[in-house]
């Protein structure tokens, strides 16, 4: 089982649409969550960190389930500009460099 | 704001062919990572080095190398290029306390190499 599956997708949605994406995680002793977007042909970049209690960041929102191994980013208000493969990322503890996993990415493409 | 900086951006080998993919940082970051990124896949940890002279294998380390003789230089070596490595290579930077903690886990991303071998 791979420790980090997302739905590839692609999602293809309009302006202005609400879309989420979802991602589980396969170790249930995973403690730190990222949302990462990578454009077509360029480097990932962080998104947002995901927190137990969730967090929002203007119109993305990013929520952890524990219980169920799972975290999800939803972002309001589409824009053309969200367009990109998000990657869902999780570690497993706070202090290894090798233990940092990430998703397969799921593709987003905002339609006008 | 250099940032991680990798040179080349584009490179095609022929099978057999050796070449370095370089790598360097201007964030005193202490912690450095070489990954591939193959169409429609996460991206895989090649190597890792958590300091100058510390290096250690990731998940697909075989067919490459690397070395950490500075905090700022991170190259991976190709010795003998073959197909199956033909991919996009992506260095990263992070840092991490005394203690080892890492800041926010946050990587930083050099733009990335792409390398087709034939």
């Known amino acids: 089982r791979k420790e980090v599956e997302q739905d590839p997708g692609p999602f293809n949605v309009p302006e202005g649409a609400t879309v989420a994406f979802n991602c589980t995680y396969s170790?249930?002793?995973?403690?730190?969550f990222f949302w990462y977007r990578q454009d077509c042909r360029k480097e990932p970049k962080l998104l947002m960190s995901?927190?137990?209690s969730g967090n929002e960041d203007g119109r993305f929102t990013a929520q952890l389930n524990r219980a169920s191994q799972y975290i999800s980013l939803l972002i309001r208000d589409s824009k053309l500009s969200d367009s990109a493969t998000y990657l869902c990322v999780v570690t497993a503890d706070q202090t290894g460099a090798n233990n940092l996993f990430f998703g397969t990415g799921t593709r987003l493409t905002v339609i006008p | 704001n250099a940032g991680v900086t990798q040179t080349p951006k584009f490179r095609i080998l022929k099978i057999g062919q050796s070449m370095t993919l370089q790598c360097t940082q201007d964030?005193?970051?202490?912690?450095m990572y070489w990954y591939r990124q193959d169409p429609g896949m996460g991206l895989k940890l090649i190597y890792y080095s958590v300091g100058a002279g510390i290096t250690d294998k990731g998940e697909v380390p075989n067919g490459y190398n690397v070395s950490r003789s500075t905090t700022e230089d991170f190259p991976l070596r190709l010795e003998l290029a073959a197909p199956s490595q033909t991919s996009v290579y992506f260095c990263a930077s992070s840092y991490s306390d005394a203690r080892g903690l890492l800041a926010k886990n946050i990587q930083y991303f050099g733009a990335g190499t792409r390398l087709s071998v034939l």
């Open positions: 995901v927190y137990s």
């Open positions: 170790n249930s002793a995973s403690q730190s």
């Open positions: 964030m005193n970051h202490n912690y």
